[in-house]
């Protein structure tokens, strides 16, 4: 972040935005490695937001998906989940399903999220994680 910054040639605040997982807040079964990792880099975004608030120009986010309709990471999850946990298919896809709204985040959505976040978050979000899970994490 510190050569994004020296490199910011606009004079407005960067944007740095790294993308978790809602798995961070619910768990997902057949993926404990990966959900540690994300869990480090929300708190590491947290961490650096605190540190170059009012010393840098630098708004940062962490942006939380949910599960994502037509994405290879859903085929590979129910793969995992029939293959370690002896679910059936229809059991594994199901898994995907269970947040209020019975669907998968649409591209269309997760692009307006990352729009929001690029352009129109106010600074005082900086260090904020956006979990966008259709509402599994509630």
């Known amino acids: 972040s510190e050569a994004l910054y020296q490199n910011n040639i ?30 480090g880099l929300e708190s590491m975004t947290k961490s650096l937001a ?10 940062m986010c962490c942006i ?10 859903a085929t590979y999850i129910e793969e995992s989940l029939v293959r370690t ?13 269970q947040s209020p709204l019975k ?13 929001f976040a690029m352009f129109d978050m ?3 979000m900086t260090g904020t994680v956006l979990y966008c899970t259709g509402g599994m994490g509630v």
């Open 10 to 39: 606009h004079g407005r605040p960067l944007r740095i935005i790294n993308t978790s997982s809602m798995g961070t807040q619910i768990g997902l079964r057949a993926s404990p490695a990966y959900v540690a990792s994300k869990a």
């Open 103 to 115: 669907r998968n985040m649409t591209h269309e959505e997760l692009l307006a999220i990352y729009k």
């Open 64 to 73: 939380a998906p949910g599960g994502i309709q037509d994405t290879n990471m």
């Open 85 to 97: 946990r002896g679910m059936t298919p229809e059991q594994a896809k199901a898994y995907f399903t």
């Open 50 to 59: 605190k540190e170059l608030a009012g010393v840098r120009p630098v708004i």
């Open 122 to 124: 106010p600074e005082y």
